[in-house]
């Protein structure tokens, strides 16, 4: 991970100067502020990653000498199916669909992702993968 964090950073150092070099040429708004929220995003992602590596074991990525097969194995814990996100997604796109359409559709849309959400977050407290 020590890896990938420089890279970010490093990147967050090259939109910087990129959104500063463009603001300056270009005078132009729009373009100026994404790149400063790209630069802002590059350098959360890179901060993250840091700071993880520095609480985590070395991986074979941070190893000059390491091999493909010496990152093999368990990635960790990944839920089985869900029906959760797809909740999720209607109710997105409804809720995206009330701003073009009217906002009366967030009276649909509101109480889909609360549950979708709701579901998401307790799947693991009933059922049959109910935490023991």
Not at 29 to 35: I, Q, R, V, W
Request: proline share 3%; net charge negative; charged share 10%.
């Amino acid at each position: 991970m020590k890896v990938q964090g420089r890279m970010f950073i490093w990147l967050s150092v090259f939109v910087l100067a990129m959104a500063i070099v463009y603001g300056v040429w270009s005078k132009e708004p729009a373009g100026t502020t994404a790149l400063f929220l790209a630069f802002g995003l590059c350098i959360m992602v890179g901060y993250y990653l840091a700071f993880t590596a520095r609480r985590v074991d070395v991986g074979a990525q941070d190893n000059s000498d390491a091999d493909v097969a010496d990152d093999a194995g368990e990635l960790g814990f990944f839920a089985p199916h869900s029906w959760q996100p797809l909740s999720l997604a209607l109710g997105g796109a409804l809720a995206f669909m009330g701003v073009v359409f009217g906002w009366w559709l967030m009276y649909f849309s509101a109480p889909m992702i609360l549950v979708g959400l709701f579901g998401w977050v307790f799947e693991f407290y009933r059922g049959e993968n109910a935490n023991q």
